[in-house]
């Protein structure tokens, strides 16, 4: 569980891409959504540059928004991790890092986290410590190699679903104005 970098966002569009809470905000990192900031430490570049299995976490946010994630696939070939979410590395001999994702977006597990968040003014926190001491029970890698691509065909499966039910709610709706 690593915090990130700490910057300060240049509104250019020129620099290197950093993720924002806001880049994770439909539970995949969208590269649209990126910031950017000038950046020319090699070594900061190394410490805070995504890998990929990195599952970044929104610990810092509205309450409804807290414990949302998202898994770095390589959207962006570098992206710099930033001070408003979390990074969370898995140990790949003992977890495939899809797996892990799947079970923190499992909504028992974003309602502990909600449970836990400190709620604030107009958004709420959980801390890395409060996080680090959940446990959750991690069947053995065969058994999430065998999940994994499961839960990716339902995955693909609902996006396609809800994709094609607001194609024709826009169809629907353009249709009753003419």
Avoid: C
Wanted: glycine share 4%; proline share 6%.
């Amino acid at each position: 569980i690593e915090n990130g970098y700490t910057y300060k966002e240049n509104n250019l569009n020129s620099g290197l891409p950093i993720s924002r809470i806001e880049t994770i905000s439909n539970g995949n990192i969208d590269a649209k959504k990126v910031g950017n900031v000038e950046l020319s430490d090699k070594n900061i570049i190394l410490k805070y540059k995504l890998q990929e299995g990195d599952i970044l976490f929104s610990h810092i946010n509205s309450t409804k928004h807290i414990g949302k994630t998202a898994i770095y696939e390589n959207q962006l070939p570098l992206i710099i991790h930033e001070m408003n979410l979390l990074r969370l590395v898995v140990k790949n001999d003992q977890v495939i890092p899809k797996y892990f994702h799947f079970v923190l977006k499992y909504e028992p597990i974003r309602q502990l986290f909600r449970r836990l968040a400190k709620p604030a003014v107009n958004q709420a926190s959980i801390t890395t410590k409060e996080l680090g001491q959940i446990y959750l029970p991690i069947p053995p890698l065969p058994e999430q190699k065998q999940i994994v691509p499961i839960l990716s065909n339902v995955d693909d499966t609902l996006q396609k679903t809800n994709q094609i039910i607001d194609q024709t709610q826009r169809l629907k709706k353009g249709m009753m104005w003419k």
